[in-house]
C-alpha cells in the first residue's frame, strides 16, 4: 500500500454535528439524515449474507435426550469423593473420618438429623487429644442438610444451594398449558416491543442511522435473541427444575441493553448481582447507556463476597479486577476470563437430572451476566463467548463428563493459543516489515500488540524512534513507555494535546484496536480517532494491529450508540493536584454534566491498513474478514 | 468460595480476670447477655460461612464453649471444636489444627471480636490481590468516655491499650509497615528496600490491627513450620510477612510452580509466559511487579508477595474485646450506638418484674426472670437473667451478669458484676469488677478494686 496515499475521499474533515452537551432539539435530527448518508459508503453486508453468518439456532438442537451416561456420572462423582476426604468429612455425620478415639461421638450423631451428643461436656471424649500437632477436631454443630448433599463431590456450598429447588420440581411442572402457553404469548409480545423500542432510541440517538444500516444491526440482534429464546424454549421443555440459573439467564440483560428503557432496567435492577446507584447527573445524550455512580460498586460487591453462591470464586475475581480497573485492555481481559471460567469448568459437575450441555451453557451465561455487571464485556469478549457456548453446544451428547470438560477446556487453551497469542506473533511479523531505519513511530496509548512490535524491531537491530502519545485520566502510556525505555528504545512522551505538532516528524502511526467493525472502523480507546485524523491530515499512514477475534459484523458509524462510560470523578479531579479544585462542589450541579467516554470510533477513511493475523488489508476487506472467520472458526 | 474460617475463641484471659472464670471462660462472656463469641459466629453465619473451625484453649473451655454453640447454632452452622493447650498463643493454636486446613484461603477470626465489617470485603480484597496475607484495620475505637472515667485499678487495662504503628502505600491498599504494642517502645525499623521500592509511606497510629486476617494456606502453613517460635499472629507472623515481602523465600512461592501441569512442552510454557506477561502489562503494576522486575524490564526471579490491608469504614463498628475497659464499652456500645450487632436470638425475655416508681432509663437491657424491688434506678446498664434486685438500688454504667442477689440500697456505679455474686445491704461499689460467687458483706465501700474469691 502507498504510504503517502494522495486523500481518497475526504475532501472535508467529517465533522460529526451531533450536539455533545445541549440536549438536541429534535427538528436537528430531521436536517442531519441526507448529509450523513452519502459520505460513507459502508460495504454493508447485505441481509443474506448476514444469515449466512448469524447463529440463526441452527447450532442448537433442539431437545437432546441425555445418553445413558448418568451411571458413570455417579461413579465418577462417588470416586472424588473418596479423593476429598475432608471435605465429606466436614459435611455429614454419616462419613466422619475422625480417628477412632472420636469414634462414639461420631456415632452418636444420627445421619443428617439433629445432633443428639455433645449436650452434656461428657460426651465430648475427643476433646482430651490436646497435645499441639495432634489436636482433633470435634463437631458441636452440624448442619441439618439434606441427605444428598454429602454426596457432592465439588463440596463448595453452590451445591447446596441449587439442589434445594430439586423438591420444588413437582410443584412448577403443575403449571397447566394453557398458562405455559399464555406466559410465551406475554414474554413474545414483550420482546418484540422491546425491540422496537430499541431500535427506535437507538435511530433517535444516533440519528444517523441510514436504513441500510439498521437491518443489519437488527438482524444481528435478532438472531442473537433467537438464539437465546430457543435455548431458554428447549431448556423451559425439558421441565421447570432450572432453578435460579435459568432465571439469572433469562433475564440476563442484553449486552447492549437500552438504558434509557426504564422498564428493562428496572428488571435489570432486580436481578442484578452488583448494587449500582445511577448517577444523578446522567449525561442527555448517553442515557442509552449504562451510568452509575462509580466507586459504590466495589464496596457493594466486597460485602457479599461469600453470599453469591452460584458464582465460581476465579469467576468472582477476575470480576472484581474488571470492576477495580486491575486487569483491562482487550486481550488481558479476555484471558483472564478464558481462564477463570477454564478453573470453573474444572471444577464443574452436572447436577443430577440435567445434562451438562444445557446446564454449563446456563451457568456460563450466568457467570457472563456478573462480569457484564461488573463492567460490560468488550467486543473481543463477546467474540469469545460466542466460541465457548458454540463449543458447548456441539459438544458430542455421547461425552462422558470428565471428557466433556477436558475437552472445553482444550478448546479454551487453542483459542487462547490461536487467536491471541499465534496471531499476535503473526501479527507482529508482518508489521515490522513496515517500519525502516530512520522512521519515527507513534503510538497513542498502550496496546500490547504495538508493544510486541516495537519491542520486535528494536530486537532485530532496527533503529527507530517512538512517539507515545498519551491523555488523561488513564495514562496508559506511561506503562507503556516504561517498558518501552527499559528496553533501550528512543522515546518521545507527549499528550494528545499536543499531537498536532508531533506530527510532522511522524513518518508512521501505529494503533491498537478495541474492535473493527464490518464497515471499516476502529473502535478503540477514546483519542484514537483524534490521533488518526490528525495522522490523515498530514499524510500519515495510520495501521492499525487488531486481532482477527476483534472483528464484528457491527456496522457503528459514530461512538454514541454503543460506547462505555468512565467515572466522571476522573476527569473532574486531577490526581495528585490537590490544588486544581475548581469544580468542587460543583459535580452534583444540575447543569454540569460530566462525560467521560472509554471508546470512540474511528472512521475507515483515516485508516490506511488494518494488520491481522491474515495479512495486511485495506479497511474495506473487513467484512471479507468476518465472513472468512466465522464460518472457519467459530461455527465449525 | 474456598475459604475455611477459623474461629480463636481463646480461652481465659489474664486481661480480663476477674471477669472469666474457669467455668465463664472468655468466649462465652456475656455481652449484653449474649455470649461474646455469638457475635463472631452471628455475623459469620450473616455471611454465610457456615463452616467454622472454633478453636478454644483449654479442654475445659472447650467442652462448655461447645456445649453452648451445639444449644446455640444446632442446623445452622457446622462447627468444629478444637481443643489446644493453654499459652501457645495465636501461632501455636494455628499450627496444631494445621493439618486440617485444606482450603485455598483460610479466614482466621478473633472469638473477640465486635464488629459489623462484612468478613466477604476483607475476603474479596484478598483474592482481588491475590496477596500473601490481608488484614483488617479499623480506626481505634474512643475507649472509656464514661462519667466514672478509667482510673486507679484500670492501670493494667490502660497499658496495654494497644498502640499501632501502620505503614501503608499510598494508595492503602498494601501494608508496608507493622509494631504493635511492646515493638513501639523501640526505634521503628523500617526496610529500607520497601521503602525504596514504594517511594512514600503513610505512617498511621488511628489504626488498629482487628485480628481479621486472609491468610494464603500455603503461605500461612510454611511460616508455621518454618518458624516454630512464632507465638502471636499478631506479633509475629503478621510482621514477619511484611518486613519479607520483598524477599520473600522461595518457600511462599512454591505453590504456582507446584501447580503448573506435569506435562509441558516448552512451546506451552512459551504461551503461559506470554499470557502472564500480557495479563501482567494490563495491569497496573504494583510496587511488588516493579521491584521485581530487572533493569531491562524481564521479570527477575526475586520473589514478592504481597500484604494488603482492608481498611473498615470509621462508620462501622469494629472493637476487641481484650480488656476489661473494652468490655465496658462494648456493653455500653451494643445497647447503645451499635444495637443492631445484637442478634435476632437475642431479644429480651418476658419482662422483667419492677417494683413501684422503678425506672429504667434508655439503653438498658434486662434479661428475663430478673426481679426489682421498690423505687430502683437503672441507667445504662446490663442486668442478666434471673437476678434479685432489692430495693432503692442504683445501677449505673454497669454489667450485672445472671443470677447475681442484690440487696437493698444498693450504689453500684461502672462496675462489672459477674455471676452469683451477693450483695448485701448498703454496698456501695464504685468501678470495680466482682468476680463469680463472690460475696460482698453490707455496708462495705469499694472503689476501683477487684474483687474475686481467693483460689483455693
Not at chain 1, 287 to 298: F, I, S, V
Not at chain 2, 435 to 440: D, T, Y
Request: glycine letters at 6%; charged letters at 25%.
Amino acid at each position: 500500500m502507498d504510504p503517502r496515499r494522495t486523500a481518497r475521499t475526504v475532501s472535508d474533515p467529517k465533522v460529526r454535528q451531533v450536539g455533545f452537551f445541549t440536549p438536541a432539539p429534535p427538528e436537528r435530527s430531521i436536517s442531519d439524515p441526507p448529509r450523513f448518508q452519502d459520505p460513507i459508503q459502508p460495504p454493508s453486508p447485505s441481509p443474506t449474507q448476514v444469515n449466512d453468518h448469524s447463529p440463526s439456532g441452527n447450532s442448537l438442537s433442539p431437545v437432546m435426550i441425555p445418553p445413558a451416561h448418568h451411571h458413570s456420572d455417579n461413579f465418577l462423582r462417588t470416586a472424588l469423593q473418596v479423593t476429598s476426604p475432608t471435605k465429606a468429612f466436614s459435611y455429614s455425620a454419616k462419613t466422619v473420618t475422625i480417628p477412632p478415639e472420636n469414634e462414639d461421638v461420631a456415632s452418636s450423631f444420627s445421619p443428617g438429623r439433629k445432633v443428639v451428643s455433645a449436650k452434656s461436656p461428657s460426651s465430648f471424649p475427643g476433646v482430651k487429644a490436646s497435645s499441639v500437632p495432634a489436636s482433633e477436631l470435634t463437631t458441636v454443630s452440624v448442619v441439618n442438610l439434606p441427605p444428598g448433599i454429602s454426596e457432592k463431590a465439588g463440596g463448595a456450598s453452590v451445591e447446596v444451594q441449587n439442589d434445594r429447588p430439586v423438591s420444588a420440581k413437582t410443584l412448577k411442572e403443575k403449571t397447566s398449558k394453557a398458562e405455559r402457553r399464555a406466559l410465551q404469548e406475554a414474554q413474545r409480545a414483550a420482546k418484540a416491543a422491546a425491540k422496537a423500542e430499541g431500535t427506535k432510541a437507538s435511530s433517535a440517538a444516533s440519528k444517523v442511522v441510514t436504513s441500510a444500516n439498521t437491518k443489519p444491526s437488527k438482524a444481528a440482534k435478532s438472531s442473537s435473541q433467537k438464539n437465546d429464546g430457543s435455548q431458554v424454549a428447549a431448556s423451559e421443555k425439558k421441565g421447570g427444575d432450572r432453578a435460579p440459573e435459568k432465571d439469572r439467564k433469562k433475564d440476563a440483560p442484553h449486552p447492549r441493553m437500552q438504558y434509557d428503557d426504564k422498564s428493562r432496567v428496572e428488571k435489570a435492577k432486580k436481578r442484578a448481582v452488583v448494587k449500582q446507584t445511577e448517577a444523578r447527573n446522567r449525561v442527555e445524550l448517553f442515557r442509552h447507556l449504562p451510568q452509575y455512580e462509580h466507586g459504590t460498586q466495589l464496596p457493594d460487591l466486597e460485602t457479599k463476597f461469600f453470599e453469591l453462591d452460584p458464582m465460581h470464586p476465579a469467576v468472582y475475581k477476575v470480576g472484581l479486577q474488571y470492576l477495580s480497573g486491575d486487569i483491562r485492555g482487550g486481550n488481558a481481559r479476555c484471558i483472564a476470563m478464558f481462564q477463570a471460567f477454564k478453573e470453573a469448568i474444572k471444577d464443574y459437575s452436572t447436577p443430577p437430572e440435567k445434562t451438562l450441555i444445557r446446564d454449563l451453557t446456563a451457568r456460563i451465561s450466568s457467570y457472563v451476566s456478573f462480569l457484564i455487571e461488573c463492567r460490560p464485556l468488550s467486543i473481543s469478549m463477546g467474540n469469545a463467548i460466542k466460541f465457548l457456548k458454540n463449543r458447548i453446544a456441539k459438544l458430542p451428547l455421547a461425552l462422558s463428563e470428565s471428557e466433556a470438560k477436558s475437552t472445553l477446556m482444550l478448546d479454551i487453551d487453542r483459542f487462547i493459543n490461536e487467536k491471541i497469542i499465534l496471531s499476535e506473533k503473526v501479527i507482529v511479523k508482518h508489521a515490522v516489515t513496515k517500519i525502516q531505519d530512520g522512521d519515527v513511530l507513534l503510538t497513542y496509548g498502550a496496546s500490547s500488540v504495538v508493544e510486541m512490535i516495537l519491542l520486535h524491531a528494536h530486537e532485530l537491530g532496527k533503529h527507530f524512534h517512538v512517539v507515545v502519545v498519551d491523555s488523561r485520566p488513564k495514562l496508559e502510556g506511561q506503562l507503556l513507555l516504561r517498558r518501552l525505555v527499559r528496553k533501550g528504545l528512543s522515546c518521545t512522551y507527549t499528550h494528545v494535546n499536543a499531537v498536532s505538532c508531533i506530527m510532522q516528524d511522524v513518518t508512521r502511526v501505529f494503533l491498537g484496536a478495541s474492535s473493527v467493525l464490518s464497515n471499516g472502523t476502529v473502535y478503540s480507546r477514546v483519542g484514537t480517532a483524534c490521533v488518526a485524523m490528525v495522522a490523515h491530515a498530514f499524510r500519515v499512514p495510520v495501521l492499525v494491529c487488531c486481532e482477527a477475534y476483534k472483528f464484528h459484523e457491527r456496522v457503528q458509524l459514530d461512538s454514541i450508540c454503543f460506547n462505555e462510560l468512565g467515572n466522571p470523578d476522573a476527569i473532574s479531579k486531577v490526581q495528585g493536584r490537590e490544588e486544581i479544585n475548581y469544580l468542587d462542589g460543583l459535580v452534583n450541579q444540575e447543569n454540569l454534566q460530566l462525560l467521560n467516554l472509554i471508546y470512540d470510533a474511528t472512521p475507515s477513511d483515516y485508516v490506511s491498513m488494518i494488520i491481522t493475523d491474515y495479512g495486511m488489508i485495506p479497511p474495506t476487506s473487513v467484512p471479507v474478514i468476518v465472513r472468512e472467520y466465522r464460518r472457519d472458526h467459530l461455527w465449525s | 468460595m474456598d475459604f475455611q474460617v477459623v474461629v480463636l475463641a481463646g480461652g481465659n484471659s489474664k486481661n480480663l480476670t476477674p471477669l472469666v472464670s474457669k467455668e465463664l471462660p472468655k468466649p462465652l462472656l456475656p455481652v449484653a447477655n449474649c455470649p461474646v463469641l455469638n457475635y463472631v459466629l452471628h455475623q459469620l453465619e450473616q455471611s454465610n460461612l457456615k463452616d467454622l473451625i472454633v478453636v478454644v484453649e483449654g479442654e475445659d473451655a472447650a467442652l462448655l464453649v461447645g456445649a453452648w454453640i451445639s444449644g446455640t447454632f444446632i442446623d445452622r452452622l457446622h462447627v468444629e471444636i478444637a481443643a489446644v493447650p493453654e499459652d501457645i498463643g495465636t501461632a501455636g493454636a494455628l499450627r496444631a489444627i494445621s493439618h486440617h486446613l485444606t482450603a485455598k484461603d483460610i479466614l482466621v477470626v478473633s472469638g473477640d471480636l465486635v464488629s459489623d465489617v462484612p468478613p466477604g470485603a476483607l475476603a474479596a480484597t484478598h483474592r482481588r490481590h491475590d496477596a500473601a496475607v490481608t488484614t483488617m484495620l479499623c480506626s481505634i475505637p474512643v475507649s472509656g468516655p464514661l462519667e466514672s472515667g478509667s482510673s486507679g485499678g484500670k492501670d493494667k487495662a490502660k497499658k496495654l491499650g494497644r498502640y499501632n504503628i501502620i505503614g501503608l502505600d499510598p494508595s492503602k491498599q498494601f501494608l508496608l509497615h507493622i509494631a504493635t504494642g511492646a515493638e513501639i517502645e523501640k526505634d521503628a525499623r523500617i526496610s529500607k528496600r520497601i521503602l525504596h521500592a514504594v517511594g512514600q509511606m503513610e505512617m498511621r497510629s488511628d489504626l488498629m490491627d482487628a485480628h481479621m486476617y486472609a491468610f494464603k494456606r500455603s503461605v500461612l502453613q510454611e511460616v508455621l513450620d518454618v518458624k516454630d517460635t512464632f507465638q502471636s499472629l499478631k506479633e509475629d507472623v503478621l510482621p514477619y510477612l511484611v518486613r519479607s515481602q520483598l524477599k520473600s523465600e522461595a518457600l511462599l512461592n512454591r505453590t504456582p510452580q507446584g501447580e503448573e501441569n506435569s506435562t509441558e512442552k516448552v512451546s506451552s510454557q512459551n504461551n503461559q509466559a506470554f499470557i502472564s506477561r500480557i495479563l501482567a502489562n494490563a495491569s497496573t503494576p504494583s510496587f511488588h511487579g516493579i521491584y521485581s522486575e530487572n533493569p531491562d524490564g524481564s521479570s527477575s526471579t526475586r520473589k514478592t508477595h504481597k500484604c494488603c490491608v482492608y481498611i473498615a469504614s470509621s462508620s462501622s463498628y469494629c472493637v476487641r474485646l481484650n480488656s476489661i475497659q473494652a468490655f465496658m464499652d462494648i456493653n455500653r456500645d451494643v445497647t447503645g450506638d451499635a444495637d443492631h450487632l445484637l442478634s435476632p436470638n437475642n431479644i429480651i425475655g418476658p419482662s422483667p418484674k419492677l417494683g413501684t416508681k422503678t425506672t429504667v432509663g434508655p439503653n438498658c437491657r434486662l434479661g428475663e426472670g430478673s426481679e426489682m424491688g421498690d423505687k430502683c434506678q437503672v441507667k445504662r446498664s446490663i442486668i442478666g437473667r434471673h437476678c434479685r434486685i432489692g430495693s432503692h438500688v442504683k445501677v449505673v454504667n454497669s454489667v450485672v451478669m445472671n443470677h447475681v442477689t442484690i440487696g437493698d440500697g444498693c450504689i453500684i456505679q461502672g462496675s462489672v458484676i459477674c455471676s452469683n455474686v451477693q450483695l448485701q445491704e448498703r454496698v456501695e461499689l464504685k468501678d470495680c469488677q466482682v468476680g463469680a460467687g463472690f460475696v460482698v458483706t453490707a455496708g462495705s465501700e469499694y472503689k476501683a478494686e477487684s474483687l474475686a474469691k481467693k483460689e483455693k
